[in-house]
């Protein structure tokens, strides 16, 4: 049997705090970054783990790729204090190009020197400086995560839908990740075995064996080849696959978590050859509203989804797998041009295999798995 195992690897670039001997301020920490049409909102904060005092913003600048701006002298500080800067916080206005930017933050000390890495952000790119999460679309926020801790910060950013500027926030947005690994037969790779997945986060600086072992986890296949994953931090990832403890050739995509989303890819595998042949993520520009009402659920619950206007699908099925990738029921739903919004009843007492536990339902049309979510069954 052959194990299988992705590396989805975050190319991060971490906003670190430095401790070069020449400032005599902390690092800033870009918290949040919201567009309201031309107009931005900004919120920092200065941790209590600096390595050095100030009580202002003093002798700081903003520079992005086209302009500057000082900060104007009135701004007191505290540790742990969140700072909103708007354009009235600056000595002249700060342009930030929505679509993509690089943020740097500078201190004056005998000569400006940068307080932290640059934030990069969108489709800015200087072949130094990447940027590893989409431009925010409206209504969208950029946020960033410490998963380093207070005394060793590791931090990188995502898109956000709940912007939260002024206030605390530790309820961020995640997008789902899903899909299936399958040869050429479109059969799973790995039956009754499991495909084991990492993602790795390093900056711009490591190098790919030196990642800390704090910084990966792992996720599983089914039997069916099914991977699921609820909470995958929303911005872009680099997905690498081994087959057998083997690196595949050319393995290396790009995939995109979107804040609140549904993403499911096929990865259509040789093994022969141990080369990706297709990589296709459905739906494509598609959203299905795969949903199950009540969840969790004792007994009975509705599963819905929608299909596009004039859908040409002939034949839709629900399948509701258990954890150990086993099919617990499959649910045929009747489509039509005429509607495209469906519901199909699952009475989960009905069959004996069922337990408590949770259960992974697949939107499948015309053969192809389209969608997937889960539901916990409780009794």
């Keep these: 049997m052959k194990n299988i195992i992705i590396l989805l690897v975050a190319l991060l670039s971490f906003e670190t705090t430095n401790s070069n001997p020449i400032f005599v301020a902390p690092s800033p920490i870009l918290n949040e970054l919201y567009f ?140 789902i990740f899903s899909g299936r690994i399958v040869d050429l037969s479109h059969n799973p790779i790995c039956k009754k075995s499991l495909i084991h997945c990492k993602m790795n986060f390093y900056n711009d600086f490591h190098t790919e064996s030196s990642v800390p072992e704090n910084f990966i986890y792992p996720f599983y296949t089914d039997t069916n080849g099914i991977f699921y994953q609820s909470n995958f931090y929303t911005r872009n990832f680099t997905v690498k696959l081994l087959i057998d403890s083997l690196w595949l050739f050319d393995t290396s995509f790009a995939v995109t978590i979107e804040p609140d989303s549904i993403n499911y890819y096929e990865f259509l595998i040789d093994t022969n050859q141990l080369i990706f042949v297709n990589v296709e993520r459905f739906p494509k520009n598609t959203n299905f509203s795969l949903t199950a009402f009540p969840n969790p659920s004792k007994n009975e619950t509705t599963i819905s989804f929608e299909l596009p206007s004039n859908n040409l699908f002939a034949k839709a099925l629900i399948k509701i797998y258990n954890s150990n990738g086993e099919i617990v029921s499959i649910l045929p739903v009747e489509t039509n041009t005429s509607q495209n919004k469906y519901s199909v009843k699952w009475e989960s007492l009905n069959y004996n295999l069922t337990t408590s536990g949770i259960y992974y339902y697949i939107l499948e049309l015309d053969g192809q798995n389209v969608a997937t979510n889960k539901i916990i069954i409780s009794k």
Aim: net charge negative; aromatic share 12%.
């Design 36 to 175: 309201n049409g031309n107009n931005w909102e900004m919120e920092l904060i200065f941790h209590n783990y600096a390595y050095f005092y100030i009580d202002n913003l003093d002798s700081i600048r903003i520079i992005t790729s086209t302009d500057t701006a000082m900060l104007k002298t009135t701004i007191s500080l505290q540790f742990e204090q969140i700072v909103v800067i708007t354009q009235d916080s600056l000595m002249s206005n700060l342009f930030i190009n929505i679509n993509g930017d690089i943020i740097r933050f500078q201190h004056f000390n005998n000569g400006w020197g940068d307080l932290v890495d640059p934030v990069v952000f969108g489709n800015f790119n200087n072949g130094i400086n990447n940027s590893y999460v989409n431009a925010p679309k409206t209504g969208q926020g950029l946020a960033m995560i410490n998963i380093g801790g207070d005394y060793n910060p590791e931090c990188f950013l995502i898109l956000e839908n709940n912007h939260t500027i002024g206030f605390p926030n530790d309820n961020y947005t995640n997008g």
